[in-house]
C-alpha cells in the first residue's frame, strides 16, 4: 500500500513565522500535490509537482512556495505566515500509471 | 476555481437507508473519481469512472456518470453509521485533479 506521511499533524505558529510542511511518499511516484481544505472551500490546489525539482502553481499559490529535491519528497513552505493560513493542509500522491490520489493524514496549521 | 460542486451539501439518513450524491462539472474531463474523508483525515479514494463509461459498481457503491449534463453521482446502499463521513467528486483533466466542496453524509444507528 501507498503510505504518504506529513511532517505534523498539529501545528501552532506566529504570524510572520517561517513555516515548513514536508510530505514524504514511499511508492516512487512521480506526481505530488498540496491542497489545503477550508469549511465551504473543499479542496484547493495550492502547488503539484511532477518530477524533482518540478513544480507548477495550483489554484491558489499566493504566499507559498515549495521545493522538491528529492522524489519522495515535497515540501510546502509558508515564507511569512499570515493568519488567513490558518487551515488542513492535505498532500496527495499519485504515479503516472493511475489516477487515483493517495493522501497523507492532513497538518491542522493554526496561525496566531 | 472549483471544478465539482456536490449536492447536498449536508445529508443525514437512517441506517440502512440508501445515500445519494450528486456531483456536477464545468468542463470536459478525463474521469471522474469519489472520495471519503473522516474527521480531520486524509481522503481515501473510493471510485473511478472514465468519461466513456456511464455506470460503476464497488461493492455498496454505484456511480453513474453523465456527460452531457457533466453531472455525477454516488449512491451507497444499504448505509451503515461507519458510512459517515465527507464524500468529494473530483474530476481529472490534463493530469490537473480538481476536487468539488464535498457532501457531509451522516447516517444515524
Known amino acids: 500500500d501507498v503510505k504518504v506521511t506529513q511532517s505534523s499533524r498539529y501545528l501552532v505558529k506566529r504570524t510572520g513565522e517561517k513555516v515548513f510542511l514536508e510530505c514524504v511518499q514511499d511508492m516512487d511516484h512521480e506526481n505530488m500535490f498540496w491542497y489545503r481544505q477550508d469549511p465551504g472551500l473543499g479542496l484547493r490546489l495550492i502547488y503539484f509537482s511532477y518530477d524533482v525539482k518540478m513544480k507548477e502553481k495550483g489554484d491558489i499559490p499566493e504566499g507559498y512556495s515549495v521545493s522538491r529535491e528529492k522524489k519522495e519528497r515535497f515540501s510546502l513552505i509558508l515564507e511569512s505566515a499570515s493568519t488567513n493560513q490558518t487551515s488542513m493542509y492535505l498532500c496527495a500522491t499519485h504515479g503516472n500509471r493511475t489516477d487515483t490520489q493517495y493522501f497523507g493524514p492532513g497538518t491542522r496549521l493554526t496561525v496566531l | 476555481s472549483q471544478q465539482g460542486e456536490e449536492d447536498p451539501q449536508a445529508l443525514s439518513i437512517q441506517e440502512g437507508e440508501n445515500a445519494t450524491m450528486n456531483c456536477s462539472y464545468k468542463?470536459?474531463?478525463?474521469?471522474l473519481q469519489w472520495y471519503r474523508q473522516n474527521s480531520g483525515r486524509g481522503l481515501v479514494h473510493l471510485i473511478l469512472i472514465r468519461s466513456n463509461e456511464r455506470e460503476k459498481h464497488s461493492g455498496r457503491l454505484r456511480v453513474t456518470l453523465d456527460t452531457s449534463k457533466k453531472s455525477s453521482s454516488l449512491l451507497i446502499t444499504a448505509s451503515r453509521a461507519a458510512d459517515t463521513a465527507s464524500y468529494f467528486c473530483a474530476t481529472l483533466r490534463y493530469q490537473k485533479v480538481t476536487f468539488g466542496t464535498g457532501t457531509k453524509l451522516q447516517v444515524i444507528p
Open positions: 468542463t470536459s474531463i478525463n474521469n
